[in-house]
């Protein structure tokens, strides 16, 4: 049963901390997206991968978010220092491009306080 | 700007059938998404419309009109387990933007 898979579920930090979210797309897929959601915001693109490039992270917060795909089969999203308003659901999803169904993982809960 | 709308919320009752409308307004449309997404779950894929009309699939349609910036997803049949948030997006030229709607909490009643 092909899945995407985060870790954590769920983290609690501490404001100014680092935090690390991974994310495993499915086998296959070549086109990774990042995305926060919030009550207030909804759902929003912070990077989008395609064959591990970076093709569009103009969403994400620049001094402190960074997006990475190491390999095939890693995407990681860091934060660095985090603050209490980064509190979100961080969901990562894969598909084989961006006008195809995309899979989201199960999401991260952050919580900075 | 880039914008979609779509209602806030919606209440239905079991059997029934119901109409999620968005309007949206973009710089470009390649395509139309539809997402449920349950409670603290993750969005699930239900539908992707590029061109004009209607596309059925069980108990769900989704229909497109690109010269009005309109869809909707029609749920027939309803069940309590339809109860759900339903994302629309809409895929642009702009950047490889994708962009999404607030979402429409949907209600179903006994």
Known sequence: DARVTQTPRHKVTEMGQEVTMRC????????????????MQGLELLAYFRNRAPLDDSGMPKDRFSAEMPDATLATLKIQPSEPRDSAVYFCASGWGRDTEAFFGQGTRLTVV | G??????TEMTATEGAIVQINC???????????????????????????????????GRFS???SRSKGYSYLLLKELQMKDSASYLCAVNTDSNYQLIWGAGTKLIIKP
């Open chain 1, 24 to 39: 495993q797309p499915i086998l296959g897929h070549n086109t990774v997206f990042w995305y926060r959601q919030t009550m």
């Open chain 2, 2 to 7: 880039q914008n979609i709308d779509q209602p």
């Open chain 2, 23 to 57: 309007t949206y307004q973009t710089s470009g449309f390649n395509g139309l998404f539809w997402y449920q997404q349950h409670a603290g779950e993750a969005p699930t894929f239900l539908s992707y419309n590029v061109l004009d009309g209607l596309e059925e699939k």
């Open chain 2, 62 to 64: 989704s229909f497109l």
